[in-house]
């Protein structure tokens, strides 16, 4: 595509999930992206709006390279390894990945004219999140409450935080971190959607039980302290997250600021409530069976979201959860997937990985 006027910004990881929406959204907004990846868990096919760099965020020479090379003032930094389970049995490879990543990302943009970096962080660094109720509501999620991760990838998160909060102090870059809560659906268009390799998610996977090209879904665990038994998640659109990354290039912030804002809808389904929602979406019930719960699962992991919208100017609106469901649908169930991204996932799928 041709960047005419538009500001580049560069977008580390724009060829994963969250990174595609959010370089579609830029682009939107008349910003021209510069997705900056490896590929090693995104997707070539998932990049249709501005440039693209093959590139490692631990090269910090890339990185340089790429900022000068499209005049980038603006980075927002999604790069790094997400999956909780296996950052507790290789914590060493997310702490390289995540942490020393993101160091050398900083070292890259350093006294190149960057002024502001949107940070992909997590809920992850509450750990345990808010307090319990007795099958009644939930508490949500204030930025100021206590951060105690119970997994290495919260861990990984929170380090950043402060890594690039000392970055801001010391060298004028202004910074925002968005706590993302649960991330789903898929563009409305069809075109670009959730691809994980595994996936994870809860929502992808019920669907694939629904349609019968995975194993039933398993529900782990219905004795929660919470009014239904099941665990409590805020679910916030794709597209909805992707807004709130403009917003956070786009907002006012003085040098040396450094803003942490979560982002979610400040309402909590249930996993009874998603698996219905995908049945009703599909037409049929979604196969599933209750199981033991996972080690760690908090009940209830809400978002108060009132400061996004204080600071930002960004409140969720297409967060339903019926809407999140539907648009997931329509992207497993697309052309678009079929002939493109599923492509890529089966053929990484059968392929041998090198150990990492």
């Known amino acids: 595509m041709e960047r005419g006027t538009r500001p580049a910004v560069l977008v580390t990881g724009g060829a994963g999930y969250i990174g595609a929406h959010t370089a579609k959204a830029l682009y939107e907004q008349g910003y021209f992206p510069v997705v900056f990846d490896d590929l090693s868990l995104g997707y070539r096919e998932a990049v249709r709006w501005g440039a693209f760099v093959h ?21 927002i930094h999604f790069a790094g390894l997400i ?145 239904d038994g099941a665990c409590l998640r805020d679910y916030i659109h794709v597209s909805d997250l992707a807004a709130a990354h403009v917003a956070a290039v786009k907002v006012e912030l003085g040098a040396g600021a450094f803003e942490p804002v ?24 979604v196969p599933f069976s209750v199981g033991a719960r996972r080690a760690g699962d908090p009940p209830s992991l809400v978002a108060d979201p009132s400061r996004a919208q204080a600071l930002l100017g960004w409140s969720a609106r297409c967060s339903g959860l019926d809407q999140i469901v539907a648009d997931a649908v329509r992207w497993e169930t697309s052309p678009a997937y079929g002939s493109g991204i599923r492509a890529s996932v089966a053929d990484r799928s059968s392929s041998t990985t090198p150990a990492q």
């Not at 590139?55 to 980075?75: L, M, P, Q, S, Y």
């Not at 750990?127 to 009644?136: E, L, P, T």
């Not at 075109?191 to 809860?202: K, R």
């Not at 979560?262 to 019930?285: H, M």
């Open 55 to 75: 590139g490692d965020i631990r090269d910090a020479g890339a990185v340089a390279e790429a900022i000068e090379a499209h005049g980038v003032k603006t980075v």
């Open 83 to 227: 999956e909780v389970g296996r950052s507790v049995v290789r914590p060493d490879l997310f702490w390289d990945v995540n942490v020393a990543g993101t160091v050398s990302l900083l070292a890259g943009l350093r006294g190149r004219g960057v002024d502001r970096l949107v940070f992909s962080s997590s809920a992850a660094v509450y750990g345990q999140g808010g307090a319990q109720g007795k099958r009644g509501p939930l508490e949500t999620i204030p930025e100021d409450a206590p951060k105690a991760p119970a997994s290495p990838y919260g861990d990984t998160k929170l380090a950043c935080e402060w890594m690039i909060r000392a970055e801001c102090q010391a060298y004028g870059l202004s910074a925002v971190a968005l706590r993302y809560f649960n991330a789903a659906g898929a563009d409305p268009s069809g075109q670009i959607g959730e691809a994980h390799d595994p996936e994870t998610h809860l929502i992808p996977l019920a669907i694939a039980a629904g349609l019968g090209r995975g194993k039933p879904l398993t529900v782990f665990g219905d004795d929660f302290d919470t009014p």
């Open 262 to 285: 979560n982002v979610g809808t400040g309402q909590g389904r249930s996993v009874f409530e998603v698996v219905d929602a995908v049945g009703r979406a599909l037409g049929k019930p």
